[in-house]
């Protein structure tokens, strides 16, 4: 059985909306639970860059929202590193993470890293594709190593919300990236996507609020789901343009959020599910 | 001509994103006159070989460079971009 790792927080207001757990502080959260996994069963992140050249960056992020849970349910929640497989031949990393009060479950979140192998631990932290082999990998057990290919769940599921889906609005912001939305190596950290996504989809509804309860969903319902795909970092002062797409499926709305660049090459994709 | 940076190698550069570098007639008299002024980012950008690291990548305007590239000609107008792949963390 895969290894776990457990951490109790306690509840602040910063982490909630009026209507959840914030998606944000899911990932800020399950970023840290992630290392503490990381360095109580495997290596630590820093001993990873400094002495064995290994970092990471996140690829793929999957929240499944579960029971209603707002700031005045408890006074704390628990996380749980349900376990961290290395997949694709050491080359990615998938954690299994779940929120919970005493009482009821928050969400669940997967999150996929990619191995970077750090070329030259120089200020810039520059890398370049890596696995995870040798004395390293010798410290995972057998049940924590799976060679397949973790599915890939938005482009499945973009073509599902397109093929039958009804479009109601679309929009688009930019913004510059800026170091408080970065990490150590003044590349923008994953954690922030949630941000600015939901600004973009608040922007989106809270300029056609004539059109309609579905559209208003993105901002009166709490989250159910949220897919990203992470395929190309900014870095400090990169330009951040997100185009924003508004669906009704069923009874459901997708937001469906592409972030490019100045090049207009795709740097990740976000559905969010209300 | 032009050199842009961006990314982890602006800090080694002032934080100025373009760089208008006048007597360059290669891609490596362009980047020694940028490291000439910024003697920080020599050792960030050049291996001990003094080749580019593979963490970043060179593009003139807008094509990707090879090693082999380093003695293209340039002209006035061109510019010359440097991109880092991809930072850890």
Known sequence: MPRSHTVDYPFDTSQFTPHQFQSRSLLS????????????????????????????????????????????????????????TLRKNGTLLDFNIEFRTAEKQIAKVKILLFALKVAHLDASLAGVTGKVEGSLLKKLRPDEIDDTTPDRVVPVLLSEIETSGEILAEGNISLTIHR????????????????????????LVQANTDKGDSLLKGLSHPLKKINAELKKAYFLFDECYVQTKAYQVGEDVYFVHNLSGENKKLHASVIEKF | ?????????????????????????????????????????????????????????LFLNGEQLLPEDMKRQLQETDCLEILTAIAGG
């Not at chain 1, 630590?44 to 290994?54: A, E, I, P, Q, T």
């Open chain 1, 29 to 84: 959260v399950s970023f840290n639970v992630m290392w503490g996994w990381l360095r109580t069963h495997f290596v630590s992140f820093r001993d990873g860059v400094k002495n064995h050249g290994l970092s990471w960056v996140i690829v793929g992020i999957d929240i499944a929202y579960q029971d209603r849970v707002d700031f005045f349910d408890d006074d704390g929640f628990t996380v749980e590193v349900k376990g961290a």
């Open chain 1, 180 to 203: 408080h939305l970065c990490e150590v190596a003044d590349q923008w950290c994953f954690v922030e996507l949630m941000g600015i996504v939901g600004r973009g989809r608040e922007n």
């Open chain 2, 1 to 57: 001509m032009i050199v842009k940076l961006s990314g982890t190698l602006l800090r080694f550069v002032g934080y100025k994103k373009e760089h208008i570098i006048g007597e360059a007639r290669t891609i490596t008299a362009a980047l020694d006159s940028l490291t000439t002024t910024y003697p920080t980012l020599k050792s960030i950008l050049y291996d001990t070989h003094g080749s580019v690291r593979g963490a970043h990548q």
